[in-house]
């Protein structure tokens, strides 16, 4: 069964500052893997989807990277801005006929000005 | 480009009514997933249809029932609605194995 695990839970950074969000999988056996922000009470907006064969994943300011063998993802944000603060969850195909994704607990992440 | 609609945004009913939830998939997206997110919670997945057929079930409770339509719209129906059931309601879809895309979410709230 799929577990996914974030860390942190939350972080607080200043503003400018590069900051890495951790996920992690317990089964490895995935064909993608997807981030997504979410802001207070919004939907939930895809940033980057990772395919199995590929190690990294870049949009703008985001660089999302992909390590099956060890189970973990990472969410690079380069520059953060006060945008930026949000909720920040992975999400891991369950398995099934349809491979729901199972998200993380996310982590909170606030850019303070 | 058109997103995934759902519909109501908001919703509030009393317990043991009833609601009926609405998604209108993206055009050509063949898999449509509802997820349940309650306060401070990731989201946990319900239920899904593939090519309107019932194709995996999660954690939904007994009382609430959904389905696909020949449209490829979507409705999530609960019902005896109880206090616990307050939360945000999301539809999502996609095309074989590509990006999962949401909807902007339904909030129930069980007064």
């Known amino acids: 069964k799929q577990e996914v695990t974030q860390i942190p839970a939350a972080l607080s950074v200043p503003e400018g500052e590069n900051l890495v969000l951790n996920c992690s999988f317990t089964d490895s056996a995935i064909y993608n893997l997807q981030w997504f922000r979410q802001d207070p009470g919004k939907g939930l907006t895809s940033l980057l989807l990772?395919?199995?064969?590929?190690r990294e994943q870049t949009s703008g300011r985001l660089n999302a990277s992909l390590d099956k063998s060890s189970g973990r993802s990472t969410l690079y944000i380069a520059a953060s801005q006060p945008g930026d603060s949000a909720t920040y969850l992975c999400a891991a195909p369950g398995g099934g006929a349809t491979n729901k994704l199972i998200f993380g607990t996310g982590t909170l992440l606030a850019v303070q000005p | 480009a058109a997103g995934v609609i759902q519909s109501p945004r908001h919703l509030i009913k009393e317990k043991r009514e009833t609601a009926t939830l609405k998604c209108y998939p993206i055009?050509?997206?063949?898999?449509v997933y509802w997820y349940q997110q309650g306060p401070g919670q990731d989201p946990q997945f319900l239920i899904s249809?593939?090519?309107?057929?019932?194709?995996d079930k999660g954690s939904i409770p007994d009382r609430f029932s959904a389905q696909q339509f020949s449209d490829y719209h979507s409705e999530l129906n609960m019902s005896s609605l109880e206090l616990g059931d307050s939360a945000l309601y999301f539809c999502?879809?996609?095309?074989?194995?590509?990006?999962?895309?949401f909807g902007s979410g339904t909030q129930l709230s069980v007064l």
């Open positions: 249809f593939y090519e309107k057929m019932q194709s």
């Open positions: 990772i395919q199995s064969s590929q």
């Open positions: 999502a879809s996609r095309r074989g194995a590509e990006k999962l895309f």
């Open positions: 055009p050509r997206h063949d898999t």
